[in-house]
């Protein structure tokens, strides 16, 4: 039985990815290790408490003492790092938590896999790291070769715990894989993002406000396709490798904005349009071609049928 540590395992990707995982693997033991910050919410696996092969532990990825004597406890074969701060808006107002969150975190899982010998740790990361991209040149795609570039306090903690990854499998050669991925979307996520933000505003009939003139292009990728991916970079991706996750699904701000309300029969007099945030980054596209050719990944979620999904599960639980 494969023992797998999933922090921030009661986030919006967290949750998913373990709903998924042991919805596929029977003989796969889960730990779901969570700080629960305003972020988490354990209702999201409540479905699943009872099952043998799932355990919530409640604890901070920073705390060393506590990490490593849960690693001496549990004896982990995986870990998956889905543990981060992650709302730019608030690393903006806040850069601290996410420097030690994001970054010294990461390290302190980074010591407890090096001491206890685990087989594969896996970051989570983001394709923010990678700064951003002109709106209009389509031609131009993030690979896994693009420059880190990061424009917020959240994408350069994130870009720099990617960094100390890598060094951790150069300098002793720890057994590590990266993913940077695009936007997701999908159940669960918290109400402070773009799209179930959209959906309960709209439903309340509350202005829709949109940073400067709602241009800034997304690639968007369904969760569940993440999970897919994640899933299989840690059985058959490349130890020391970074694989790029796309849903190849480019969006401005606005376009999401007027799907959401054309489905939901809603006039597009609640847009307000608000003054842009500090360091917007313009545009975002991932090239997947690597996982896609190595690992013959591909996203089974169309965009127009994921996110008329998406908005039926808010309106359900709204």
Not at 239 to 255: F, L, M, P, R
Request: glycine residues 6%.
């Amino acid at each position: 039985m494969n023992k797998i540590l999933i922090t921030g395992g009661a986030g919006f990707i967290g949750s998913n990815f373990i709903h998924y995982i042991l919805s596929k693997y029977d003989s796969y033991q889960v730990i779901n290790l969570d700080k629960l910050t305003y972020a988490a919410n354990l209702d999201n696996l409540k479905d699943i408490e009872s099952n043998k092969n799932y355990k919530f532990i409640h604890g901070n990825i920073v705390d060393k003492e506590f990490i490593f004597r849960l690693f001496e406890d549990e004896k982990f074969d995986i870990v998956i790092n889905f543990a981060a701060e992650s709302h730019v808006d608030n690393s903006i107002l806040n850069p601290q938590i996410f420097t030690i969150t994001n970054i010294f975190g990461t390290q302190v899982l980074l010591d407890a896999c090096k001491k206890y010998n685990i087989k594969r740790f896996h970051q989570v990361s983001t394709d923010e790291v990678y700064g951003d991209l002109p709106l209009y040149d389509k031609s131009l795609l993030f690979t896994e070769k693009t420059p880190l570039n990061p424009s917020s306090p959240y994408s350069a903690s994130k870009a720099s715990a990617d960094m100390i990854v890598k060094s951790y499998y150069r300098t002793y050669n720890l057994p590590i894989t990266i993913s940077r991925c695009s936007n997701n979307y999908g159940p669960y996520q918290h109400f402070e993002k773009l799209i179930p933000s959209m959906i309960y505003k709209a439903i309340n009939n509350d202005e829709l406000p949109i940073y400067g003139n709602g241009c800034n292009i997304r690639d968007w990728l369904h969760v569940y396709d993440h999970c897919t991916a994640i899933d299989l970079i840690i059985h058959e991706g490349k130890i020391g490798e970074i694989y790029n996750i796309g849903g190849n699904n480019e969006k401005s701000n606005i376009d999401i904005v007027k799907i959401i309300i054309k489905e939901l029969g809603k006039s597009e007099k609640l847009i307000k349009y608000v003054n842009d945030r500090p360091g917007h980054d313009l545009r975002y596209a991932i090239d997947s071609t690597k996982i896609k050719t190595t690992l013959n990944w591909k996203p089974v979620y169309s965009f127009e049928n994921g996110i008329i999904d998406t908005i039926r599960w808010y309106t359900k639980i709204l």
